[in-house]
């Protein structure tokens, strides 16, 4: 029916409907509340150390029920009068096995005994023998038990059951072994053991395990065992017990969306369950849970004392004279990084991708090479070449200007060392947000400058730098983001020269005092959260709009006369930042002895990298590492665009949640995330991820999400709502309007997004170092495994590997997509 | 003659054992994780899974799960204030201290070693929580190639920890490990301030340390000539040395000083984690891989590894190094209790002194 069928005043009931489905939603989000409190109180009660128990109970009661319903009941019957004298004897050996267990174990048995049926004692013998058994049969002796032929074995467990009731019965051949020369108590348990393997042949290890590990406490143990044999478990309830935490979580979060969406509806006075508000709930339900659940579980830490709300940790961390000192190093080092990146990327951009300067597309690649190396790596080239001893720089210079052997003049130990070397590292960002933004900017504006007289230097001033406001404010934030919540550098280059950062004594800290380096990244956290509402306010205030047709070419600046100096100046600049530093690893990587030249005879070797390439763990972390960085990157990009999308495009209530909780999560120090998602993620709240590759990939997330959101907003500010408008005006629905006009606007920034994310996530050092398992090996942690302990040699081999493997991925997505696709 | 009936008794001797220490071993079953900060492990992995055929390693077909002991540190305390299970079995971690904390923590399952008195070269906890496996030997090293270089600028080697720090001709050429980062440069650091008093550390920063996150990145700063002198782990010079004399080259450019107050000698400990809190709640067969470490034949593995065994009865040294009874003879004591109790004051005045 269309809509215009309807009559005229005809009153819709979709709102009432609407409202209906959210009082729905939010009692079942409150029943599911409910249930969960109720389990928690259930577990709690059973005094289990974790939920797992339950499953594993429940698993093993059905498993010993069937077990007694086809095995036991019938070979115990087949023994006619002796079934007594059997079930005493059960009996007799669960209470010895009970008392070893738990002092007044033997009378729980008796009790049990004497008030229930004794099939109970029978069939608990069974998990109690396979878990905690008094002798144990090694697994050859296990072997020959169930190698008895199928037709045979029924009547091999019955001579087992004889033998353990009268032992003068010579013992099957099979069974000799694993009962050996024992007598009396011991023989009977080892007789009863073997029948139960042989009963039971698919009875593994990993039951046995997973019950151990569920039920840690000896006395609960018991306590499960009594419940594994009487088996009254109801299924429902076991449910409900087990994910506990889960249900909880499940309704508390369908609450809050219930009153978000009624809120939103309220707001927009549209009563129906709009696509665009479920996907925001979406992300922010991911981030809710992922990111601020664990922070202030953390943060819960840092202001509580004895459960009780507290400034004392902060007081203590926040006026020792060290901490003072890192706090205005990082403030100082991530300003003075942010402006003097984004006055280097500025340019840069707009010369490579705006002029007719000489060898833009290789000028372009080059600069974004230092984004693709792990910064720990970068800092340890900086420091060959800046140290003030035997520094390559320091030594050429003094060298030149005849100073003689004193150290310097150059001293990368300092904090202009390090701001110079955060610098050269992480002013790409600035340059990517920024080249992005210039490529898809409308020329006409500067072409109405020029033609109204203005000079390009003029035009470049009054146009096209306002214009860029959005991108370079993107751009600074994100540079001071990563420098002030960067760790890798300023340890290397910082801390031996007793630089500290916030970063620095948050590891240190970490290391003896988890609390104190939580307190420390409030800082940060509050540093990154000022920054992001400044960055906001600024292109909240004017309207930027860049793009307002598909076919846009900017035109391009003819230099001229400075062509030819203005190509050195970028070349020197480029040579400067990235290839020497990068000559340095290369050369590193294929020297002996690091402290000579690899022109030196018998120095230059290829042994490091056959031995770095060789090692057997290599596939595995390069495996990981792609992996994980692509899923990371892929489904960011996702939220990313969700998010930039709600945030340009609509005026939806609260659209900024998400976009704040991403700056949020991007300007926690890594550290911190890492270890409130181990303190969180371990199934205290439902979710058990740690130790997983899930949890690597919701950490990169979390950290780098930001870059690829930024990218995206700011390529989407823009582009003039009325191409969409005209698209949607022409009949084409969202998704089509989406698909036909918005995404292929997009999509190069969409492209540098994904890489954006994709390549930090690929040689992420700081969390993947505690929140990696033996099987989550990566990369980045290979490679500091090797900065460690092998050699520099080593590491700054697999540093020039990875920067291949990123450069030939970048190059060939971009060949392939003809040149739309790549960083 | 002497050579064959030598030859013939010692592998009948071991045949003879063979199958009696096999058919122990064989019993211990089920799945087995180690934290460690020993870098070189796979020859001890390699050797576990043959002698405990029927225990199954990690998800990566590794016992061990390495990491340096500083962020190990890091992970099992976020791992411990999460209130969950470890999510290992054993640790073979850098120091004592942490192993006393571990103790006085609850998470520690105590085991016997068989006449551990008569057979350890060092203290073991008396109530078994842990026993010393293997000794990282702290020492000074420096480069011979730039012996010349360095006299023409009138920098002495430094021959001592003391003149390591006092010194003033090595001032600004004198690098350690970072001791809130690295657990063995925070026991040489309990150590030197024991003998020489917190003023030691004043020294230190006179004498403008550098301190690295890494004995690798300390090597670097040897042979590049940025240091003259560092204060190493014994067993990273010596696997240096060795690798270089596997590429052929006779004379090797680092060298170890012993220095002549002491060396430091850190008996890195093993650890079994309590059911209570292990992963795989096999308390058994951490025990017995645990007591197998302490065997001659593990031991020789440890030698292999470039550190000093802590069996008496293992009388082998590390690739050119020298006799571990010495080295104990002559070595700086280390308080183990004091690095354990007094850790926030000790590494407070490092802040104070040398970091501020």
Known sequence: MKRTDRLPGAKSKAPLITKIALALLFFAGAALLFMGQRGREDFSRSEYSTEDAYRTIYALSR?????????????????GEEEKDLRALCASLASSLWDRQAEGGASRISDIFEKEDSEDVCKLLYPAYLVNPPKKINPSNRKLIVSVPEKEQREFRLRLLRCALDDTLPLPEEAAAAVGDSTGSDRQALLMLSYFISANKDAVGEDVQAFKQSVRAKG??????????????NPFRQFVVTHASAVMLLGAMTMADVILLFAFMLSEKLWKFDVKWLLMLLVVDFLVFFQLLPLLVMLWRVFSVDGAFSFDNLKSIYTDKINLEALKNTLIAAFSTMVLGTLIAFPLAFLVGRTNLYGKKLFRTLFVLTYMVPPYVGAMAWLRLLNPNVGSVNVLLRGIFSLGDTPGPLNVYTLPGLVWVLTTFYYPYAFITISRAMEKMDPSLEEASRVSGASPFMTVLKVTLPMMTPSLAAGALLVFVAAASCYGIPSIVGIPGSVHTVTTRIVEYGQVRIDDATALSVFLLAVSLIFLLLSDLIPAKKKYITVSGKSVTPTVVDLRAWRVPLTAAVGLFGVLVALVPFATILTTSLKTDIGKSVFTAGNFTFDNWKAAFTDRETPMCLTNSLVYAAVAATVGMVFSCTMGYLNVRTQLKGRSIPAFLIALGSGTPSVVIALSLIMTMTGNFGVDIHDTATILIVAYMIKYMMMGMRTVVSAMSQIHVSLEESSRISGAGWFTTMRRVTVPLIFPSVAAGWFLIFIPSFYELSMTTMLKSAATKTVGFKLYEYWTVTSQQMSCTLAFGILLIVVLLNLLLSRLTKGRFSI | MKK????????????????????????VEGELVIYTSMYVYDMIDEAIKKEFPNLTPGVSGSFFAYGPSGDLMLKVRGEMAAGRALDCDMFMLAEPAF?????????????????????????YDEDGCWYPVRVCNMVLAYNPELDESWAKKGVNIPKSYKDFASDPTLKGYISMNNPKKSGTAYAAIVALTDKYGYEYLDLLRQNRVMYDASGSAAISKLQSGECAAIMILEESILKYMEDEAKRGKEVTNLKVIYPEDGVILIPSTVMVVSDEYSKNVNSEAAKAVAQWLLTDEAQQLILDAYMHSVVKTVSGVPYNSVDTDGLIENAIPVDWERAYRQEEEIKGEWDKRVTQ
């Open chain 1, 63 to 79: 498993h010993t029920d069937a077990l007694w319903e086809n095995v036991f009941k019938g070979d115990f019957a087949s023994l």
């Open chain 1, 220 to 233: 609960a143990q018991l306590t499960a065992f009594e419940e594994i044999a009487r088996g009254k478990f």
């Open chain 2, 4 to 27: 064959l009936l030598s030859f013939v008794l010692v592998a009948m001797l071991a045949l003879g054992a063979l199958p009696a220490a096999f058919a122990v071993n064989e019993d």
């Open chain 2, 99 to 123: 192993s006393l904390e571990l103790k006085e923590k609850g998470y520690l399952e105590p085991f016997e070693v068989e006449n551990a008195e008569e057979i350890l070269r060092f203290p």
